[in-house]
């Protein structure tokens, strides 16, 4: 039996509704107050930057340590945060929080489907990775990160195209994300250890040029601090106390509590009636195809 055009359009129709509904979802959940403490400061940096025209290398602000060397990890988020805020105020601020947050989860949902994910997978991927990123959902640089990892997977995933077009693609995507968050050096680790991975399932000797791994490290050093941000790292690499609310649910606000509890279960309830009206349409169970990558 021939299939119209009409019913062709259909899966599209239903995946771009989807792709809106995430947009919405991932925005009003992160729709909050400008509760994040850091966000005045990355304000108050960006504006020296800016009137100056130049960067700081040094600690300016601080009474206790300044003139202290500093690292530069995330000065263009810093010179973008004084532009809107300059231009909107804190609402800006708390309307892009809300934008970028949406933005990103769409993004999860494509990369799981770019790897060849089911729809239900995927969903189910993006909403894990919502409730996992939640507590970093603020005003800070963060939001750069929750926007350019899922940007970066898709690399992983074999394609027709030319290694060195991907590998291009890719250095000026982990450049420009290393210029707004430190959190970068996860691109570099993550392709080499792919390629590592790569190199002894398929057991090749001399195993295939690590193009892509080359290209994450360049993007990575493309930055004004060069060689010192993975050095800033590495010196900064006790976790628990960079990002607390990764460490123990106990520390967080009441109202983060809240709030994560809130999603967890939102986001659980989703996938039951997605799963539900699924099942029922296609007369099947939530069928899962192996790992995500």
Same mark, same amino acid.
């Given at each position: 039996m021939e299939v119209s055009a009409e019913e062709m359009k259909h899966?599209?129709?239903?995946?771009?509704?989807?792709?809106?509904?995430?947009?919405?979802?991932?925005?009003?959940?992160?729709?909050?107050? =400008?509760?994040?403490?850091?966000?005045?400061?990355?304000?108050?940096?960006?504006?020296?930057?800016l009137s100056k025209g130049?960067?700081?290398?040094?600690?300016?602000?601080?009474?206790?340590?300044?003139?202290?060397?500093?690292?530069?990890?995330?000065?263009?988020?810093?010179?973008?945060?004084?532009?809107?805020?300059g231009i909107g105020g804190p609402g800006l601020l708390?309307?892009?929080?809300? =934008?970028?947050?949406?933005?990103?989860?769409?993004?999860?949902?494509?990369?799981?489907?770019?790897?060849?994910?089911?729809?239900s997978t995927? =969903?189910?991927?993006?909403?894990?990775?919502?409730?996992?990123f939640y507590p970093r959902l603020r005003a800070r640089p963060d939001l750069v990160t929750w926007v350019a990892l899922p940007l970066s997977l898709p690399?992983?995933?074999?394609?027709?195209?030319?290694?060195?077009?991907r590998a291009g693609a890719l250095l000026l995507l982990v450049a420009l994300w290393a210029n707004f968050h430190g959190a970068a050096l996860l691109a570099p680790l993550w392709f080499w250890a792919g390629w590592a991975a790569h190199a002894l399932e398929e057991r090749k000797f001399p195993p295939p040029?690590?193009?892509?791994?080359?290209a994450a490290t360049s993007g990575v050093l493309l930055t004004p601090a060069g060689l010192q941000l993975p050095a800033y790292a590495w010196k900064t690499k006790g976790f628990a106390s960079i990002v607390p609310e990764w460490s123990s649910l106990a520390h967080l606000p009441p109202t983060q509590?809240?709030?994560?509890?809130?999603? =967890?279960?939102?986001?659980?309830?989703?996938?039951?009636l997605l799963a539900l009206i699924r099942g029922a349409w296609k007369r099947?169970?939530?069928?899962?195809?192996?790992?995500?990558?």
């Open positions: 899966p599209v129709s239903r995946e771009r509704i989807l792709l809106g509904g995430l947009f919405l979802f991932g925005g009003l959940v992160s729709f909050l107050p =400008l509760w994040d403490i850091d966000w005045p400061l990355h304000v108050c940096l960006g504006r020296v930057i130049s960067l700081p290398w040094t600690d300016t602000l601080s009474w206790t340590a300044g003139g202290r060397p500093d690292v530069l990890h995330e000065w263009l988020f810093q010179v973008v945060w004084a532009l809107l805020e708390k309307v892009t929080v809300s =934008l970028l947050a949406g933005t990103g989860l769409v993004l999860w949902f494509r990369a799981a489907r770019k790897a060849g994910r089911p729809t995927s =969903l189910f991927f993006s909403l894990a990775a919502l409730i996992l690399f992983l995933v074999p394609s027709g195209k030319g290694n060195l077009r040029p690590p193009t892509l791994p080359l509590v809240f709030l994560a509890l809130k999603i =967890l279960l939102g986001a659980l309830g989703l996938l039951l099947e169970g939530l069928r899962g195809e192996g790992p995500l990558w």
